[in-house]
């Protein structure tokens, strides 16, 4: 049997923004934040605390494209596909995080969930074409092998926050 979804971290959200439906954006956004995925779990639980429909809270989650219902992996890579880096070769670097980490455009993260590989419309950093960024961070003037470079440094940086974790 499948242990009870944990409210607890939700609740600790919602107590920071006095459980009104005039901040479903934020307290979406910091939900998404401690799971890396707004977990469908949760939307019932809000439904009650914040007095709305799960209708709407879907909405709110569906229409913002910066939410994802979807789990994501520690490591968020998004692949900049707007023109100036699709014109310097964007897609040789899609296609090499996809190698490396076994996924394709319909499975985006990894088994572990130590990985999503994500493309996105523009990054808003042309000049630095081609582009990628792994979670926040913006790295510039991305190659096929640069990509590979940055997935084995991630793994490893993965790894060593695990063995932390655990000691």
Known sequence: MQPLFDYRAVDDILSLYEKKESNIIAILQDVQEHYRYLPRDVFPYLSGALGVSEARLYSVATFYENF???????FVIRVCDGTA????????????????LG??????????????????SCLGACGLAPVITVNETVYPAMTPDKASELVATLRAQWAAESEGANA
């Open 85 to 100: 880096c699709h014109v310097r070769k964007s897609i040789p670097i899609l296609d090499r995080l996809r190698k490396e």
């Open 103 to 120: 996924l394709t455009a319909e499975k985006k993260t990894t088994p572990d969930c130590g990985f999503t590989v994500e493309t996105v």
């Open 68 to 74: 994802s219902l979807e789990a994501k992996g520690r």
